[in-house]
């Protein structure tokens, strides 16, 4: 496509919308005259917008819209409940695990053999819980029927 | 003056010092522009709804560090495309995955129309097959234009781009969209 033709291309979507001044309207209504692959493309475009025009897009019901602000205030509510839960739970395990890591797996007096096992143990624990935790944040995302009241 | 007269730099600035009331007029003011411009870009119902109350959680987060100076429109704009985009890239992961979509129509033909309306909802299901298969500019210029009927200032301002760049956009993204519609027919 030549320079010359791209212009008058994109002047074809000002065109079919009205949106071109008064000086490119003339232009581009001279070139139209004798461009056949222009009048194709005008007239595509003004049926795609007369069938755009003739639609809308489906709407939520009237109750959803009634309990929109209520639903965005309760997010905002549990986002930061979660955010300070969170903190708290990460500031809880950490001394947790300080507390447990200095008196009981450096303890030389309890035995080696229950300080190996219960290392295990916590560590089999958290892989569970991890796996679980994040089928189920899988699952949720993909059930399309979530917003259905069982 | 009430709070649904306020102008939305006051009532952004009220939101930053955690008025609850601000943020519902604000909420109440732009929900159904959020939830429509949202669906416009992902094509399902309840990704929108969650997108556009996911937008307003952001501005109230954000609200602090919002100047002034700028239109709110825009910038929360730009916050509901951001989230469109994140989710359409999500959504795609989920694809890659197998999983099936939300297939329900998401596009309606306008009631008031009831003589052509046959012939129009057929057109909608091929648009709309036509519409997921566009980029996320193509479809979000399209949206703009076409289903917001907004002027080329309009769309200017909110993508930030020149004016002639609207025109050239929506020159190619309608040149596409009307091929896919002819292969879908």
Known sequence: MSLHEEKFSILLSGYTDGELIPEEKIEFERHLKTCVQCQKEVQVFQQLKEVTGAMKYADIPEHVWENYWRGTYRRLELGIGWILFSLGAIIVLAFTCYALFMNFFLNPAEPLILRIGIGILILGTIFLLVSITRERIFAYRRDRYKEIQR | ?185
Request: glycine fraction near 2%; proline fraction near 2%; include cysteine.
């Open chain 2, 1 to 185: 003056m009430s709070v649904a007269q306020v102008d939305d730099s006051i009532l952004i600035a009220e939101i930053a010092e955690g008025d609850k009331k601000a943020m519902k007029a604000l909420v109440e003011r732009y929900k159904r522009k959020a939830f429509f411009l949202a669906l416009g870009m992902v094509g399902n119902r309840d990704e929108a709804l969650d997108i556009s109350q996911e937008a307003f959680i952001r501005v109230f987060k954000s609200a602090c560090r919002f100047d002034r100076d700028q239109k709110f429109f825009p910038w929360f704009y730009s916050i509901v495309a951001n989230l469109c985009k994140d989710s359409l890239q999500r959504r795609e992961k989920r694809d890659a995955r197998a999983i099936d979509l939300d297939e329900s129509d998401f596009l309606l033909v306008d009631d008031s129309n009831p003589e052509k309306k046959m012939m129009i909802k057929e057109q909608a299901q091929i648009l709309q097959k036509a519409l997921e298969q566009l980029s996320f500019e193509d479809r979000e210029i399209i949206m703009l234009k076409h289903f917001r009927d907004l002027s080329y200032d309009e769309i200017s301002r909110l993508l930030k781009i020149p004016k002639g760049t609207v025109m050239s956009r929506l020159y190619y993204a309608r040149k596409k969209l009307a091929k896919l519609c002819d292969e879908l027919a």
